[in-house]
């Protein structure tokens, strides 16, 4: 069953403001860091062990209907 995960992702200065909230469905950790990280280039793969603990720690819901993995919604500022 796959899930929405709702994951912040903060960088901080001097590259702040480069950080948001991803709203991505995944079937699993893995699968939502790999999405994230092939949908945004620009992401500063400095963070990416940060953006992993952000994955663990962040909210879930599930979802009834097998629907297609993707990055539902991203907000960077």
């Avoid at 899930?3 to 079937?27: K, M, R, T």
Wanted: overall charge negative; hydrophobic content about 40%.
């Amino acid at each position: 069953m796959k899930s929405l995960f709702n994951v912040d992702h903060f960088v901080p200065f001097p590259q702040s403001e480069y950080g948001g909230l991803w709203c991505v469905i995944a079937e699993n950790d893995e699968e939502c860091f790999t999405l994230i990280s092939d949908y945004d280039d620009g992401l500063n793969s400095n963070y990416y062990s940060k953006l992993r603990e952000n994955i663990v720690k962040a909210p879930r819901f599930s979802i009834a209907d097998e629907v297609e993995s993707e990055v539902v919604a991203s907000f960077l500022t």
